[in-house]
Every structure is written in C-alpha cells, then in structure tokens.
C-alpha cells in the first residue's frame, strides 16, 4: 500500500493500492468495463497496476496481448453477468464472494443491489487497504460489504461471518482462485455453502489445453507457460466442463450452464472477432445450483 500524493485534493483521502502481477494484469485489461460508474471509476484508479507490465510486454512480445485482454475482459463480464442474474432470480439476501482480492465485485454487486440490501462477504487473506478506501469512496455500500480475513482453505469458513445465515438463499462466488485450488478444497467449499439447491455458484475455471482447439491450444500453452515461468505457479488446476459439473453433482448440487469464451465474446460484443461459435478460450464460466 503506497500513499498516492499526486492525486486531485478530493482523493488524497484515498490511498493506492498494490496488486499481484496476475490480479493487475485482468484489471488493467478489463479495466474499461468501470468507466460508467463514477464510485466503480474512482475505485479502479486508487488500483495500482504497474505490477503487471512484465506481462504486459511478455505478451505482447509473442502476440498474445489481444487475445489475452479479450479473454479476461470478457471472463469479468460474464462472471458480473452471471452474478447479477442469479442474485435477481434468488433475491439473494447475501452473497460470498471467495479469495475477493482487490477485484471491484463486490462494489459493483452492493451498487446494484441497494434495494434488496444484499450483504455481501468477500473473503481474503488481506483487505485492510480494500476496506478502507472502500470506507472512504462509499460508506452507505461498505455497511453491507463485510470484509473478512480468512484462509479459504479452512473447513470453519462460515462460523464467523457477521449474522450470516446459511439457510438464506446466498450466491458464491469463485472467480480467479480455482486454478490455485486442489479439487479437494473446491469440494469443501460446496459442502461449506451448499443449501439443498436454494443456493447459486458462479465459477470460473480453465479447461485442460486438450480441449481447446490446436490454434488455441499453443497460445493457451505459451499464456500459462509464461505465468508459471514467472511466477512458479507450476501445475495450476483444470476441469474440463464435465469435471466440474460431477463434482457439484457429488455435492447435490445441480449444473445449470457454461459458458465458452466464443458465447461470451458474442453476449458481451453482439459478434464473434476472436472466436469462432462453439470455441473455447483459457478460461471459462459456469453455473450452479448448490
Ligand atoms: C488472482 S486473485 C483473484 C482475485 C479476484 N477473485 C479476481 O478474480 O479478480 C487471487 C486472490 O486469492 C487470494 N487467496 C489465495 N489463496 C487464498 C486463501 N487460501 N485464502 C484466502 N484468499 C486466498 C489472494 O490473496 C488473491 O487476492
């Protein structure tokens, strides 16, 4: 956390706050999806994204910037979408939101929500910063986001969340972690939230290289192949849509959809540029009812 003296005078009030490499890179790229909502804007500036730019010139060094910016602008999209949706269909009165990091999801989902008043848990192992500016940029929507630090890992997640009620309709919500998670432990948060179908998970996974086609699948390779080179963040997890959906089924839970990167290009942009209908990306989305 850094202080930012450069700001106008109305933000000095807020401090700048640092990413990892990979959590700056998806907002750098997907920043424009923020620039509507002035709250969500000024959030996305005390952001400090400088972290990403080995990335940023690794990739555009082998071309794959394009490609990798459409991907997770259109995986914040559909994850926000998604999210939206299901919160509507549900009248969720909470949502969770797991390994939140620094992402303005939870801004976002306690903006839209004012008239249900969902309380929103976003879970971490590090917030301070989050949590104050979010106090700062938006006090009435930080009294229903609860910032909690804890390991996700932990079999007693739930115990202590302020006047959580697990028998409420909730929305999960598991974007930009499962790549970092055993099944085992993926599997422990649906037995964590589950609720005899009432309620909703989003996640967002990466398919296995094999089950992207052969122009994708190099590109695929070389994106994680430089992630991992960097960060030695070897092996990261990958579920094939049917790996996913029998592990919620093992839990009683019920698929709903995924979504391919080719549909979501399509419901974000209204065509197809970077892919062709029916084609798969690195990552994807799907639904659940848990
Ligand atoms: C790549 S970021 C994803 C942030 C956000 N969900 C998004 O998609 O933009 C991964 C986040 O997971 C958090 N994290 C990793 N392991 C965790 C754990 N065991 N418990 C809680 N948070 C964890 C990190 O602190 C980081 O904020």
């Not at 804007?41 to 690794?58: G, H, I, N």
């Not at 037995?191 to 967002?204: A, H, I």
Request: overall charge negative; proline content about 4%.
């Amino acid at each position: 956390m850094k202080n930012s003296n450069k700001d106008n005078s109305d933000k000095t009030l807020l401090t700048k706050m640092d990413l990892s490499p990979t959590a700056a890179l998806v907002l750098d790229f997907s920043k424009g999806l923020y620039q509507e909502n002035e709250l969500l804007k000024r959030y996305v500036e005390t952001l400090d994204l400088s972290s990403a730019e080995e990335l940023v010139k690794d990739y555009k060094a082998e071309g794959l910037y394009d490609l990798a910016c459409e991907q997770l602008v259109n995986r914040k999209y559909m994850v926000r979408e998604s999210a939206l949706k299901l919160i509507s269909e549900i009248q969720a009165k909470q949502v969770v939101i797991i390994a939140a990091g620094l992402s303005p999801l939870g801004l976002e989902i306690a903006i839209q929500t004012e008239s249900l008043q969902t309380n929103i848990y976003e879970v971490d192992l590090e917030f301070n910063a989050k949590a104050e500016t979010l106090m700062k940029l938006f006090p009435q929507a930080t009294k229903r986001i609860h910032f909690l630090i804890k390991d996700i890992t932990a079999p007693d997640l739930v115990n202590s969340f302020p006047n959580y009620d697990s028998q409420q309709p909730t929305l999960i919500i598991i974007e930009g972690i499962t790549h970092y998670l055993t099944p085992t432990v993926f599997d422990q948060l649906l037995q964590t939230f589950r609720n005899k179908g009432k309620n909703r998970l989003v996640v967002e996974y990466a398919p296995p290289f094999d089950q992207l086609n052969v122009k994708m699948k190099s590109k695929a390779e070389l994106a994680y192949h430089i992630i991992e080179k960097r960060y030695h963040a070897i092996g990261m997890t990958k579920y094939t849509p049917g790996q996913l959906k029998k592990i919620i089924e093992s839990e009683h839970g019920e698929w709903i959809q995924h979504f391919t990167m080719s549909e979501v290009e399509e419901l974000r942009t209204g065509k197809n540029h970077f892919f062709n209908p029916g084609e798969s990306g690195w990552v994807e989305v799907a639904t659940a009812k848990i």
